[in-house]
Nanobody, 120 residues
Framework: VQLQASGGGLVRAGGSLRLSCAAS????????IGWFRQVPGEEREGVSC?????????YYVKSAKGRFTISRDNAKNTVYLEMNSLKPEDTAVYYC?????????????WGKGTQVTVSS
């Protein structure tokens, strides 16, 4: 089971990024996929999650509601996190993870992260 997050970068406050989580070695539609983020020296934080069918989504970070949108394209074996109106406090390494169900405290399989930097 391998996951790879991509799409991070440097953006100005108010800008947008779309993160992608691509899977290899397994069929993504069997798993819930979560996005987490971590700032060096701080605890990892659950950001959002989507269940295997895509019928349920969760947004764990209060400030992300209304700005972030999680979605999945099972045909492409990819999950996305669309991030709009980005703020400097969104700066972190973003990771995607997979498990049978969504859980904000952590999930079973993890991919390498992608850095998101939002400048003020």
């Amino acid at each position: 089971v391998q996951l790879q997050a991509s799409g991070g970068g440097l953006v100005r406050a108010g800008g947008s990024l779309r993160l992608s989580c691509a899977a290899s070695g397994f069929t993504l539609d069997e798993y819930a996929i979560g996005w987490f983020r971590q700032v060096p020296g701080e605890e990892r934080e659950g950001v959002s999650c989507i269940n295997s069918s895509g019928g349920r989504t969760y947004y764990y970070v209060k400030s992300a509601k209304g700005r972030f949108t999680i979605s999945r394209d099972n045909a492409k074996n990819t999950v996305y996190l669309e991030m709009n109106s980005l703020k400097p406090e969104d700066t972190a390494v973003y990771y995607c993870a997979a498990d049978v169900v969504c859980y904000s405290g952590g999930m079973l399989y993890w991919g390498k992260g992608t850095q998101v930097t939002v400048s003020s």
